[in-house]
């Protein structure tokens, strides 16, 4: 991955770019592999959030088993790399099973999900009507947050009913506690966690009490793996957005400022002394629009400003952004210096809200090593 | 454009697509250049919003007249395209030079924009230094909402002279009323029209003043060029959104729903008929983020749903988003059975709030007439 010969400076990458501080991004994957090696689950990172195969290739070579993936066209490009097991963790729509069909026929172990008996009978006809064997996985709600059925709703058992056929077999159930980012306490934490395992448990109990073998049960998001003091009856975990971590993981308590992997460099281009304002080329089409830290503990805008080397400036926050414009606000008592302490033509780095949805405005990644850039890796997006 | 051949319906299309209605799209083209027409102003559209070539050359047929861009890799693609008269409209950072010097030696006019001295000297530094003519800039604030001089600064007769050089040369001054976002009232859109006139008026004419040509007065937002109902001394306007419109803009008065050209399929993955809600496959990755109509008049959530004709649909609001999944609230006394009215794999369309920042999470554009869909036009991203 180094690069000796051309190794480059921060200085001289064009900005906006995406900056992967590739010691901090291996230690996240590190902690989350080593939790769940002494847990004693499965590890599926949940790679939407880097979509970016050299880092899969970190986590699978950590110790995750399988992935998975929010969109067929994240299944095509990492089974095209090699990586067999793939869950599709968002309710497959009638229109994209002849994609999935094609995966499977190539070899991809790709499992779906339902999380109703009209999808559960759907892929059971599609898979008929094509001779394929699915595997059918279904997602349950333990906190009210999103999609998925309720582990004692009587239509759990009426959707793995529907999976029975000659063609189609149930292959797990899942969980996903998306409440857990609204939380800030550790206890607060392994409560919401325990909650999703109970859950996801019981809806497998339930499954498996009706005569239908349920293998699979799968939990996760970032907050919950790095919480739950335990994992009895889990036989796997998924998180995404590890990996780099950010503002919101952050004010989670899950992490420190200090582990956020990614973050956006921008260059200075003008100022409003006045009104202690920097103005830098990162706007909401680098950051993205996301605001997830608003409502929680620490606000920060649309970014925590941080020096070159990745150290928060104090008082420093972007608080506007436009298209191709960031305001970043000097709070501190040396607002009336901001023209000289960042010149025109001087670089910051930006931590962000929200990693999946920073990351995803970029096509690339600048891995970077002790202020030095040592490689540069490419991602994608769309579907 | 029409491909007779092949042409589908809505309901072939993968989702979530980015849908452009032409119709409407082209009506929104004429109307702006009609209104500018009658203004005798000439017309600089921003091409930030859709970043489409096709759709350049719809607003170049329609009688514009050299194109505004937000960033050097747009002014790259659209001058590869036989655009020359192109205006970078954010402040140049200095690593960005070199990029600009390599158009221009192309052939490319490209006007580069500076808010204070030191930037004014780099430029003048750098054309000097490569013996290379430029045309610069000033960016003059009207309205406090981001970068610019103010138009009775002394610091804008300085930036003036520093631009006075062998090598550099002062084009015009360029005013945007980025507050115009916040009014929603004829009156107030026509005061602040008229203060962005005047105050970028008043600017080049103190530069005038002061001995030094100031060719170009370039004033515009799209809800200000809509409202401005006399423009002297103005002698071109810019404008970008206007091309798809949003829900701000609606939100703004400029336009109504039923204008609006953008917006995204989406199908049905599941419901929570408890919760009324209906859940899609357009999560933020297809709508982004922006909740621009937040602190508006209506508050749209992530977008307002309508039938497959575009038509909005009673009560029908997408009120949570993540990744991949869009939660739409039905709050009409029909709720209980929206797993009726929206079964799994049927499809809605929906508007967006901030066009620009939904349409840059699409790599193209389905265009539809009539309900086909009559072409795919791409679009490009990225620095």
Known sequence: MTRPLDAMRLNNITTPAAIVDVRK??????????????LGVKFRPHVKTAKCVEIVREQLAAGAQGITVSTLKEAEAFFKEGVR??????????????????????????????????????????????????????????????????????????????????W?????????????????SPQALQEIAERE???????????????????AVSVGSTPTALSAPALPGVTEVRAGVYVFF????ANT???????????????????????????????????????????????????????LDGRPLDGLMMTQVNQEHGIICDTSAQRDDVGIRFPIGSQVRILPNHACATATQFDRYELVDGGECIATWSRFRGW
């Open 253 to 307: 308590g899950v992490c420190t400022l200090d582990d956020i992997a990614l973050s956006v460099l921008s260059t200075v281009i003008g100022h409003r002394i006045d009104k202690g304002w920097i103005l830098v080329d990162a706007g909401w089409m680098a950051m993205s629009r996301d605001r997830g830290t608003q409502q929680q503990a620490v606000d920060y805008g649309y970014g925590r400003v941080c020096d």
């Open 25 to 38: 991004m291996r230690a996240n994957i590190r902690r989350m592999q080593q939790r769940m090696d002494l």
């Open 85 to 166: 097991d793939i869950l599709y963790a968002v309710e497959v729509a009638p229109a994209k099973l002849a994609k999935a069909l094609e995966l499977r026929r190539k070899g991809c172990d790709l499992k779906l999900l339902v999380d109703n008996p009209a999808s559960a009978k759907m892929v059971a006809r599609f898979a008929a009507g094509h001779e394929h064997a699915f595997e059918v996985w279904i997602e349950i709600d333990t906190d009210g947050h999103r999609a998925g059925v309720q582990p004692g709703d009587t239509v759990l058992i009426e959707i793995a009913r529907a999976l029975q056929t000659e």
């Open 168 to 184: 189609t077999r149930l292959g797990g159930v899942l969980a996903h506690a998306g409440s857990s980012y609204e939380a800030n």
């Open 246 to 249: 950010d503002l919101v993981m």
């Open 197 to 215: 395992r109970a859950g996801c448990v019981a809806a497998a109990q339930a499954i498996r009490n009706a005569g239908i073998a349920c293998a």
